[in-house]
């Protein structure tokens, strides 16, 4: 089990990790998504661990499970979902690293646990956001 910075969210029949430094949006997204159905998982820390049968799971410490901050308002209290699996890890930059995304990028991985799992590279404060993930939830699993 490893204790990750991350935000991690159950987004259109998908657990959603969202990594990247201070300030690069991940509670924010974690909102907009949440105003779309999404379940907040955890906020800020997560634990992952891979099962024995593969799979790779996060949860929320219990200190802050059900727990989001909003930025400039304070932590707000919602419900949350529990231990859920990782189908898709977005890495969320800086608005001066936005330059360092693909256009039309390659799959990609990101390595926790030791398992593989879909990386994509992201940028959070873009308006579309959400429908990118959307998009980029149906393109990678061919959800049509």
């Given amino acids: 089990m490893s204790l990750i910075h991350a935000t991690g969210v159950f987004f259109a029949d998908k657990g959603l990790l969202l990594k990247g430094p201070s300030g690069s949006g991940k509670s924010d997204l974690a909102l907009r998504l949440m105003a779309l159905g999404a379940e907040l998982v955890g906020d800020d820390y997560l634990e992952v661990s891979c099962g024995k049968d593969g799979r790779?799971?996060?949860?929320?410490?219990?200190?802050?499970?059900?727990?989001?901050?909003?930025?400039?308002?304070?932590?707000?209290?919602?419900?949350?979902?529990?231990?859920?699996?990782?189908d898709l890890v977005?890495?969320?930059?800086?608005?001066?690293?936005?330059?360092?995304?693909?256009?039309?990028?390659?799959?990609?991985?990101?390595?926790?646990?030791?398992?593989?799992?879909?990386?994509?590279?992201?940028?959070?404060?873009e308006a579309s956001a959400p429908e990118k993930i959307r998009a980029a939830i149906n393109i990678l699993f061919q959800k049509y």
């Fill in 56 to 86: 790779l799971t996060m949860i929320a410490p219990s200190n802050i499970a059900g727990k989001i901050e909003v930025r400039n308002v304070g932590i707000l209290a919602v419900p949350h979902r529990g231990k859920t699996e990782i």
């Fill in 90 to 125: 977005l890495d969320l930059v800086l608005l001066g690293d936005i330059k360092r995304l693909d256009r039309l990028p390659e799959p990609g991985t990101f390595s926790l646990e030791g398992r593989a799992v879909p990386c994509l590279g992201f940028y959070a404060f």
